[in-house]
């Protein structure tokens, strides 16, 4: 009996290894495999699916029983080349850059000097005008483009991307204003105690400490303005009527679809080529980005 007892005892003992790595196997499926590929099917194949059918040729869009719908016989640039030759894209995605870095500037600047006053000056009232700015970034750009567009028809800004640049900043600025009041209460008040106790000024306090230690927060919200600037949809199709003036978003919708024909490869491409700015600019700052959401300067 007691020869079996230890035999049953190593037998278990050699199997128990194999139970563990099954049931670790199991579970880093379970929680990184699943998700991850779950992940990869929602958001990652919308890109997959612009970009094969970018490079696709018009017999193999139009006929899926004799071709693979998600994949590529016969790849062909006529589509970029249409995009990128026969219509006016390039300057639409100049304008779209230039708009988009005009609000993001203006708006960042407005929103700085708004954040640091309401959190730094301590004036009476000031949490409530904190509460009022973000509770203006939730009225819907629907119901405020009709007001605006009588404005910028007033002022001779209609059809303009002066227009945009001036408006987009009206949605911008009460999210980074909040932001940014969030980020600077991060930051020790006792650093700018010591530089008002030197002799510096409220000007030389923002730009030589607040402003270097807010850096990831600027970053942040920065790219908060940029990506909805340049995605945005409602005023630019509201307040820009030439062809020549239009953004991305909106040209690629108004003027590569004629009647009941939709140009599929073109509108692919053009949305493809429209978001890699985007994801260029996230890739550049990204360490700024998740340093701002994780924490900034602590005591």
């Not at 495999?33 to 094969?52: E, K, Q, R």
């Not at 923002?206 to 919200?221: D, E, H, K, Q, Y």
């Amino acid at each position: 009996m007691t020869d079996t007892a230890q035999a049953s005892a190593v037998a278990d003992a050699k199997a128990a290894p194999d139970t563990m790595a099954w049931d670790s196997g199991l579970r880093r499926l379970m929680m990184i495999y699943l998700p991850l590929g779950c992940f990869v099917l929602v958001l990652l194949f919308p890109f997959y699916w612009m970009a094969i059918t970018s490079f696709k040729p018009n017999a193999e869009l139009m006929n899926y029983k004799e071709h693979n719908p998600f994949w590529i016989t016969s790849p062909t640039l006529a589509h970029i080349k249409h995009l990128l030759f026969d219509t006016a894209y390039p300057r639409w995605l100049w304008t779209t850059m230039l708009v988009a870095i005009g609000s993001t500037t203006l708006s960042l600047i407005a929103s700085t000097l708004a954040a640091y006053a309401i959190e730094r000056l301590r004036f009476r009232g000031s949490p409530y005008v904190g509460l009022g700015i973000y509770l203006a970034y939730l009225v819907p750009p629907s119901i405020l483009f009709i007001p605006l567009a009588t404005v910028v028809v007033q002022f001779g800004l209609f059809d303009s991307p002066l227009a945009l640049i001036l408006v987009y900043p009206t949605f911008l600025v009460p999210f980074c204003t909040w932001l940014l009041i969030g980020y600077f209460k991060s930051i020790p008040y006792e650093l700018e105690e010591c530089a008002l106790v030197d002799g510096a000024t409220r000007l030389q306090i923002l730009r030589r400490i607040t402003l270097p230690l807010a850096v990831p927060g600027l970053i942040s919200a920065g790219i908060f303005s940029f990506t909805l600037s340049w995605n945005e949809f409602i005023y630019a199709l509201a307040f820009i009527q030439s062809g020549a003036n239009k953004t991305v978003p909106v040209a690629i919708l108004t003027e590569l679809v004629t009647g009941d024909v939709y140009q599929w490869g073109a509108l692919m491409a053009g949305s493809l080529l429209g978001s890699l700015p985007v994801a260029i600019f996230y890739s550049l700052f990204v360490d700024y980005y998740v340093s701002s959401l994780t924490g900034a300067v602590k005591e």
